[in-house]
């Protein structure tokens, strides 16, 4: 059979003999995975939605207790996010309009202070205080993310004036002005969605305000704390803790003052020279803090680099990401040959309990989140790094903890689970190298693999499908793709201005199409494509 299809596709031009027909077999399999994927996802949509507050139809953070609390740093940040995400590529009516509907009910019912939000009680209404922690998780975490995916939506603009509020609010007194906190955590936050808003506005206020954090962490944070973060800084003594966390909750600093760096020396400005060697150290003393197979520990002694907490960091590819970014400004391999090392070290690390938690399906693997938040640090790096030990442990880890989502699509019963879909989706993009259903249903399977600049895509019934695109240079006006924590990797990208042929692998008729249509969409028959540029 193998050899009449070969024969076939071959007398059609269709050219096997470059391995096409190899490479559409990899996609049929990556299709199985998409539909599973998004089979998963859509299940938690729903369960979470059967929870949603009546009057407002928020969520709360967690289930199944007398209190029900919509909170931005967890309902917001964690949750929401990943819904809107989830009905995006699964239910575009309920993106359109449920959505919608509690974007204005969260702006309505939980602003606090201007745009800053609170924590509300679903049970009396009452609203808390303004939480400036609460706006910079549910930017950092949530907003940017859907942004980063989706471009600018209605998100994008709830965002943009809700940290500008916030920064307006903020009253931690440093010598380099008003900070939003003591913290690595919510400072490392707010730096993170900085860079990223400055160069999508254009508003001169977010460059300044991510430039005051970063100063005071480069000229008084590092310097002062052996080189690296600390998780609480007086930044009128002068001193801190000597901890730091590897991990979320701690390693935010870290991420943060990488993108600035990013965006400095995109500008050519001076501060990027001046920060270099500042970041360059810090670097070193994370990696140099690591086990022998390169993760991290959960948090260290920043004077003796010894763990503080020997548990292994499931968020360990957040910082390797930072450390990929010094790779990309700067062109020094020993940081991408350390990215390298800890990917291709993930196979000893299988069924690794990286979250232990009492709430587990399983003891022994822990929480569902520590699968989420580590499947996910892998999926930004191979996305640069494509190891192929990382990408073999990946697919295993997946199944893990896809096997932990109850019959009636629940995990865990908390905020937590908007992180399963985040890691679910990103999955799913993988397979299909970023293309995606236009309307998809349960059953409907898109998968592609890619080989020098050709793509096999893989639809298992008719189908409108839609391709990615550069988002980080077209959304974001980055001029390189940075690694960046909570974006949505770019696999299979098309340029809007190049002419791309898809012919079908069945001999039918081909088509030509601007890249500016195919991310539109276009409407494929079933069976296989390959999709590469024109040329006569």
């Known amino acids: 059979m193998r050899n009449v299809v070969c024969l076939l596709i071959l007398l059609a031009s269709r050219c096997p003999a470059d391995g096409t027909e190899e490479l559409l077999a990899r996609a049929r399999a990556h299709a199985v995975d998409y539909d599973r994927d998004l089979t998963a996802a859509q299940r938690l949509l729903h369960a979470w939605l059967k929870q949603a507050d009546p009057k407002t139809l928020l969520l709360p953070d967690r289930l199944n207790r007398p209190e029900r609390v919509y909170t931005p740093h967890n309902s917001g940040a964690d949750l929401y996010p990943y819904l809107i995400l989830t009905s995006r590529l699964t239910d575009a009516a309920l993106y359109r309009g449920r959505m919608m509907e509690m974007l204005r009910n969260e702006v309505r019912y939980t602003n606090a202070k201007a745009g800053v939000p609170g924590n509300l009680d679903l049970n009396t209404g009452k609203l808390g205080a303004p939480s400036l922690f609460g706006a910079g998780e549910y930017a950092k975490d949530g907003l940017i993310t859907v942004t980063e995916y989706l471009g600018r939506t209605a998100w994008t603009d709830r965002m943009i004036d809700m940290m500008a509020d916030a920064m307006g609010q903020a009253n931690v007194a440093s010598d380099f002005g008003p900070l ?158 350390a990215v390298r090392r800890v990917l291709s070290n993930l196979g000893k690390y299988r069924s690794w309990c990286w979250e232990p938690s009492g709430v587990a399906k399983d003891s022994k693997l822990g929480s569902f989140d520590g699968y989420a938040d580590s499947i996910e640090s892998a999926i930004y790096l191979v996305n640069r790094e494509p190891v192929a030990a990382a990408l073999e442990w990946i697919d295993s880890e997946m199944k893990v903890m896809l096997a932990m989502q109850r019959p009636d699509g629940l995990v865990e019963d908390w905020y937590g689970e908007g992180n399963f879909n985040r890691t ?28 020098d600049g050709v793509l096999a895509l893989y639809v298992s019934g008719a189908a409108k499908v839609e391709f990615d695109f550069a988002r980080h240079r077209r959304v974001l006006n980055f001029q390189k793709n940075y690694v960046r924590l909570n974006e949505f990797p770019e696999w299979f990208t098309v340029d809007e201005n190049t002419l791309y042929r898809l012919v079908p692998a069945s001999g039918g008729a081909e088509m030509v199409r601007l890249g500016s249509e195919l991310i539109a969409g276009v409407d494929l028959t079933a069976g296989g494509w390959t999709i590469r540029r024109y040329s006569e």
């Open 180 to 337: 939003p906190a003591a913290d690595s955590e919510l400072n490392g936050d707010y730096l993170q969605v900085m860079p990223r808003l400055y160069l999508m506005t254009g508003d001169a206020r977010f460059l300044d305000w991510g430039r005051r954090i970063a100063d005071a962490y480069i000229h008084e944070v590092l310097p002062g704390n052996n080189g690296l973060p600390s998780m609480a800084w007086d930044f009128q003594k002068h001193t801190g803790d000597s901890k730091l966390k590897l991990r979320d909750h701690g390693n935010e600093m870290i991420v943060g003052l990488l993108l600035q760096f990013a965006l400095e020396t995109q500008l050519g400005s001076p501060q990027a020279s001046r920060y270099q060697p500042v970041l360059a150290r810090m670097l070193d003393r994370v990696l140099e803090s690591a086990n022998p197979d390169g993760l991290l520990y959960n948090a260290i002694d920043t004077r003796t680099l010894e763990p503080a907490d020997r548990r292994l960091s499931d968020n360990w590819g957040y910082v390797y990401g930072a450390v990929y970014d010094y790779y990309q400004i700067t062109g020094e391999t020993k940081y991408r040959d």
């Open 424 to 451: 679910v989706l990103l999955h799913a993009l993988m397979k299909s190298r970023g293309v995606r259903a236009a309307q998809w249903v349960p059953g409907l399977q898109v998968g592609a693999a890619e080989r």
